[in-house]
């Protein structure tokens, strides 16, 4: 934003037009008669008519706009910027993400359902305000993805790095909710939570769904289920990522919803059943909202003084000017 710190010399803004208006309208203004260089220098330097009423008006223009700039720099113009400064902590969540084969399966709309979580997480981290957020992806194994971090763009970065099937074919629920736990342990946030995205039942790793809840509960870690697919023979195709193999065919999309629900009870958090790409949509936007933690914050300005450019712009503006109506076209009175 641009604003001025001596404004009331814009004042003299109101003699440009007058001068325009006494200079080039009024009845009375005194005609210039114009002197080409060739009688001046000799015969090398010859502008033609065309030209010469380009460069006359170019001249003028250069000249006012000059003007006109000097007398912004005596205003003393600064740009403005604000920018908001937190003064407290908001949420933090974690997403534990399912990226087993089965969720290449296409019942969600266009796009399978990891690619529609992705395009759907993507939309909820625009909607955060200095909150942390992570990312958590597992299938027969776990990982952290990214640690919770308001750095949406690097949550975004990491998001489309993971692939399908890039933890192997298994589905790990209790590891992913427990690599969750771990990086949620720490916090000193207000509100902390996770957010289990799966299409399947727990069928690998070392700790079992029931075992990584009561760690979540100990820890005052709600944990929201989202169950998502519907139940039948859908379309799957998936490229393994380790042996670049493409696998295509019908899947069977069933899962244990009665042990999801248990998972978010046993935690204080909620179940939420899937079937649709709008319908996660809602779903984001609901938890989203429940989550935000009221945060406290400060608008801090900044500013940058631009007279220095002004002034140079409006010396280099008038200086071509002056150059073109008096100098190369030989303008006399």
Known sequence: ??????????????????????????????????????NWRGSFFVVSGRWYAWLQTAGAVLSYVGLTLLIVAIARPVAVTQRPVYLT??????????????MSARDLGADNRFETAIAVIDRFLATRKNEAVGIVAFGRDAALIVPPTPDYRTVEKRLREIKVAQYGDGTAIGMGLAVACLHLRDSTAPRK??????????????????????????????????????????????????SGKRYSGMYRSDFDEGALRDIAERTGGRYFSVQSADA????????????SAEVRVRTMLTTRQLYEAFLALGLVASSLGFALETIFLGALP
């Open 193 to 242: 939570s996770i957010i289990l995205l799966t299409d399947g039942e727990n069928n690998s790793g070392e700790i079992s769904p029931e075992t990584a809840s009561d760690i979540a509960l100990g820890l005052g870690i709600p944990i929201y289920v989202i169950g998502v697919g519907t139940r039948g023979e859908v379309p799957l195709e998936y490229v393994d990522p380790q």
């Open 280 to 291: 996660l949509v809602q779903v984001f936007s609901r938890l989203g909202e429940e989550q």
């Open 89 to 102: 902590h908001g949420s933090d969540i974690v997403i534990a993400l399912d990226v087993s084969p089965s």
């Open 1 to 38: 934003m641009l604003s001025f710190e001596e404004p009331g010399w814009l004042i003299l803004l109101a003699v440009v037009p007058i001068l325009i208006y006494l200079r080039h309208f009024s009845k009375g203004t005194r005609n210039y008669l114009p002197e080409p260089f060739a």
